[in-house]
């Protein structure tokens, strides 16, 4: 690994962990070349820059020759900001978030990251969303599936309809789809009609694809997880879902790609909202890997 690389890995990891990414940056990142793997990453991140309006947003563009392969998302408004949009597109990523109903006195920004590919190492690719049909019922969940013959490289999603009234909860890679599960928050925050939509990232099968999962432990407030790929593998991104923390706690933080100690990382966090779960809840991160 280059060493130059493997320097600004860390220094990138450090701060996604921390959560306090406030301004765009680029890199590149380039590994071996692989037949079959994913060589040659660039990692793209725009943010909205911090203030205190109700909504944020954010697009981060891959560079020419590239395509998106992941996706990542963070905001510093923890459990009060809840991110609408993930949604990735052939060569850039858009996210945007609102504050939820009882809003945020703070000031906050909007992080995205594009996790992008040359566009000779994708076959067969595509981005295909499936939405909910809209209606006012909680929670809504929708599956995007590949075709045959196509595994899944990268997600995202959209919420229309409620504004930050509503939060996404679970997003589940497998081989070949993602599923999406949303809720209201506190399961009653509207009667308005809203849907959901999961967006799926496909392409011919990648050498080594892998999903690996690990959980915090029950608890409250706000609980973070962090993974490594195993060494030689990249991380294109992937999923978390909140177990036990119907309708009360928010997903804030989802963001592939940092590398430390010759691994590439994945991080989630989680935090209740101001009305605080009623029960014990946790996260489970879930990475998708491949070879580099």
Not at 34 to 39: C, E, K, L, V
Not at 44 to 66: H, R
Not at 146 to 154: D, E, F, R, V
Request: aromatic residues 6%; proline residues 5%; glycine residues 14%.
């Amino acid at each position: 690994m280059n060493t130059d690389i493997a320097r600004w890995g860390r220094r990138l990891g450090t701060a996604a962990a921390l959560s306090l990414m406030a301004a765009a940056a680029t890199a590149v990142l380039a590994g071996p070349a692989s037949a079959s793997g994913i060589s040659g990453l660039d990692i793209v991140e725009d943010s909205s820059g911090v203030n205190s309006g109700p909504d944020n947003e954010a697009y981060a563009e891959c560079p020419a020759g590239t395509k998106v392969v992941g996706a990542g998302v963070t905001n510093t408004g923890l459990g009060q900001v809840v991110v609408d949009i993930l949604r990735p597109e052939t060569r850039a990523v858009y996210a945007h978030a609102y504050e939820d109903g009882g809003g945020f006195s703070g000031r906050w920004s909007l992080t995205v990251r594009a996790i992008c590919a040359p566009d000779v190492e994708l076959i067969n690719y595509e981005i295909v969303g499936v939405t909910s049909t809209p209606d006012s019922r909680s929670p809504k969940d929708i599956t995007s599936t590949c075709p045959g013959g196509k595994a899944l490289i990268g997600m995202g999603w959209a919420l229309a309809g409620a504004g930050g009234d509503v939060g996404v909860t679970d997003v589940i890679p497998s081989s070949d789809h993602v599923y999406v599960r949303a809720y209201e928050e506190n399961n009653s925050a509207t009667t308005a009609a809203w849907s959901v939509t999961a967006y799926r990232i496909c392409a011919s099968s990648l050498t080594g694809l892998v999903i690996r999962t690990s959980s915090t432990t029950p608890g409250s407030g706000s609980q973070g997880k962090s993974q490594p790929c195993p060494v030689g593998k990249v991380a294109l991104g992937g999923g978390a879902n909140i177990v036990g923390g119907t309708g009360n706690v928010v997903l804030h933080n989802l963001w592939p790609g940092s590398f430390y100690a010759n691994q590439w990382l994945m991080s989630a966090n989680a935090s209740e909202d101001d009305d605080g779960a009623p029960a014990a809840w946790h996260l489970t991160l879930n990475q998708i890997c491949v070879d580099d």
